[in-house]
């Protein structure tokens, strides 16, 4: 929550740690790993559905489709330098709400 607030608009690191109790170096290295997707940020309450968009074309005949990935092969979410990686098995809304965070608070 501390890491999600110092995200938003007019907020500073040294004002939320302080908020928190905790030292603004530590919140700070909190941000750094949510930036590089090691910490995933919770996702805002939102009561309209969230939709991500979705890039299709068409194969000629005769041409090669574009391959398959393995149902082993991780979902992997990127939002400029931020990477996440989840198991090929996550949850359609996990998905979801880690998207949104994304988009209601870019890193």
């Not at 919770?42 to 090669?64: H, I, T």
């Not at 989840?86 to 996990?94: G, I, V, Y």
Request: aromatic share 4%; hydrophobic share 55%.
């Amino acid at each position: 929550m501390a890491v999600a607030m110092t995200l938003e608009a007019g907020a500073t690191v040294n004002a939320v740690a302080e908020r928190f109790g905790i030292l603004p170096n530590q919140l700070s290295a909190w941000r750094r790993e949510a930036k590089q997707g090691k910490l995933v940020l919770p996702a805002a309450e939102v009561e309209d559905p969230v939709f991500a968009p979705l890039v299709f074309c068409e194969v000629a005949e005769g041409e090669a489709g574009p391959e398959v990935a393995s149902q082993a092969a991780p979902i992997r979410i990127i939002r400029g330098a931020v990477v996440i990686e989840l198991a090929h098995d996550a949850p359609a809304a996990r998905i979801a709400e880690i998207a949104h965070a994304l988009e209601v608070h870019p890193c």
